[in-house]
């Protein structure tokens, strides 16, 4: 039983122009299993491909709000593979608990490559939202091996161009894939004793101290308040900042 990565990274091989002897040379698979996956013998045959045309290469418009949402999202549960020297496949990770979010995603992985095609492999619990362009390394240079928290993820002046234009939807991006809001309390003394106080907060995990920092200079630009709960995570807990979150994050969905 193959599983539904590997069959991924066959379709994503033959989308990019390998005959199935090539793929099954270069994944290990008997040539026929190729054909048949290709076939549509796990799923419905691709489209013939789109000429894509890319903003950073060819000088196309950029939806920049689109883009800030969809770095924030690359930055937390995003990953670029590439299955060969001249293909690259943008993939984000999404709970399937938040319908909403994965299709806002899904948006935004169009209106930023609009000729990419998107396709969604079942996980367990989650779902990845797939996409095969190799512009999507021009338009994430950030890709690297290994975990994002193990290498340097710094913004190129372009991308801070965009982040510090359009911090909402880069939060936005960022609290959906790597936040939460949640219930936190507190005590005071005050004169009937110990008084228990709720409230709301929201919190951003991240294990990249860089993507923290990148995370607290969109709040800054908003004027929005936040502090370290722990070193790994960015909170915000007064009730105006909160609020001013609420509007651009809102619940997840
Ligand atoms: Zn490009």
Known sequence: MHTEATVDAALDLATAGLHATEIGRSLGLPKSTV??????????????????????????????????????????DGHITTPTPNSAVLAIYCSDDWPGISQEVEHAMRAVLPASRVARAERTGCHALRSHSKHWLCLFPQH?????????????????AITDERPGPLLRGLFHSDGCRSRNWTQRLTGKGLVRYEYPRCL????????????EAALDRLDIARRRARGDMVSVARRAAVARLDELVGPKY
């Open 35 to 76: 054909q048949y996956w290709c076939r549509g013998g796990r799923r419905r045959p691709r489209a013939p491909r789109v000429t894509q045309r890319c903003p950073r290469c060819d000088g196309e418009p950029l939806d920049r709000p689109e883009y800030a949402y969809l770095l924030g999202t690359y930055l937390g």
């Open 144 to 160: 690297g091996p290994g975990a994002k928290h193990t290498r340097s993820i710094v913004l190129e002046p372009w991308q801070r």
């Open 204 to 215: 951003f995990s991240n294990k990249s101290e860089e993507i923290l920092a990148i995370c």
